[in-house]
């Protein structure tokens, strides 16, 4: 018996990533609520999370993600990929553990060359006391260990210890329009509690498909950065729907996730620095053209039109005027979607520069 499954086009995919990552049409729900869905949002530049929230949530006020920090309700942490995220407190919790082997595998493989001799496992006993006792700089926690190992530069002894070591960075970091030191100390002295046991990865397959789905098994692996999900994978498989891409690729996907009709207008919406709307996927084909990927690991802010993306920003401020710089690429120009992303530049402008002057420029060309 042939059994059909559904070939889903890249507008098809592309509106299903908009409407679940929230890009679709702005939200309402609470800014802890949203984090969580999205199961973070990547933050190794600090103020970057606040445009990620201003592009997907209503009325949104960044004074609010600043307070939860402070209040411990969100935390930055190393999670995904080994990249800072922005959780909320509980997540850290609940997926550090999860998360801890392949954070430790990918900082022996970036620096084994320049840990020649060191113990993974005194070193992280060497370091926990320390940020334990004060948050401190990666490189200050180095310098403290350093006479065990004279031969390993400090920055290679703290960047090891921020994978070995569950840390989050502590406030003033990552506040609104504020700057501070990466100040590190451990997430149970932070947040009073013990992280939990490493659970099954099964739940975490299932946010990331109400996330970003539907999604291959790849995608689901680029974006964790966990190994060894096939398990997991065939445990919920047959709770799941499947489609195919054009590829042939087999997708999966939640029962009852919006998969919105691929004419579904888009908004233009700014997005910050290495947005998991398109860092989050092997095959980044549904959000960007195969020539632009290379952006998206370069800190470009990227602006999707009809919900590609078509062109990276900038913002310069001189003399009391804030000019946002829009440049295009592949030559591609707004044509009716002109006075959209003016209007959306615009309430960016006033975001980030609210005392300033608001003018957009369009470049034809990136």
Do not use: K
Not at 6 to 28: D, E, K, W
Not at 68 to 82: S, Y
């Amino acid at each position: 018996m042939t059994v059909l499954v559904t070939v889903l086009g890249q507008r098809a995919l592309n509106r299903a990533l908009l409407a679940r990552s929230l890009l679709l049409q702005r939200s309402t729900r609470p800014v802890t609520e949203a984090v969580e869905h999205l199961v973070g949002l990547q933050a190794q530049e600090p103020q970057e999370p606040y445009v990620g929230l201003f592009a997907r949530l209503a009325d949104f006020d960044p004074a609010e993600p600043s307070r939860l920090l402070e209040q411990r309700v969100l935390v930055r942490t190393l999670l995904m990929r080994r990249t800072m995220h922005l959780v909320s407190a509980r997540d850290c919790l609940a997926l550090r553990a999860l998360h801890q082997p392949m954070l430790a595998q990918r900082a022996r493989s970036v620096l084994r060359s320049r840990l020649l001799g060191v113990d993974e496992a005194e070193l992280a006993a060497a370091g926990y006391p320390l940020f334990e006792a004060e948050p401190r700089l990666l490189t200050e926690a180095g310098r403290a260990v350093q006479e065990r190992w004279p031969g390993v530069a400090p920055r290679d002894l703290g960047d090891a210890l921020s994978s070995l070591v569950p840390l989050v960075q502590v406030p003033p970091r990552g506040l609104w329009r504020q700057t501070g030191p990466a100040r590190n100390t451990t997430i149970p002295r932070w947040l009073g509690r013990e992280l939990a046991p490493a659970p099954e990865p099964d739940e975490l397959v299932l946010r990331y498909l109400a996330a970003f789905g539907p999604a291959a098994g790849a995608d689901i692996r680029a974006w964790s950065g966990l190994s060894g999900l096939r398990p997991a994978v065939d445990r919920l498989r047959p709770d799941l729907r499947t489609f195919r891409d054009e590829r042939g690729r087999l997708l999966l996907d939640l029962p009852d996730a919006p998969r919105p009709d691929p004419d579904t207008p888009a908004p233009p919406r700014f997005l910050p620095a290495f947005d998991n709307a398109v860092l989050g996927y092997d095959d980044r084909s549904r959000i960007i053209d195969a020539q632009d990927r290379g952006l998206s690991v370069t800190g470009a802010r990227f602006l999707l039109v009809d919900g590609r993306v078509r062109a990276t920003w900038t913002v310069r401020t001189e003399d009391g005027t804030a000019e946002l710089q829009i440049s295009a690429l592949g030559g591609f120009r707004p044509g009716r979607h002109t006075d959209e992303v003016a209007e959306e530049g615009l309430r960016l402008l006033a975001l980030l520069a609210p005392d300033c002057d608001h003018r957009v420029t369009w470049s034809p060309t990136g």
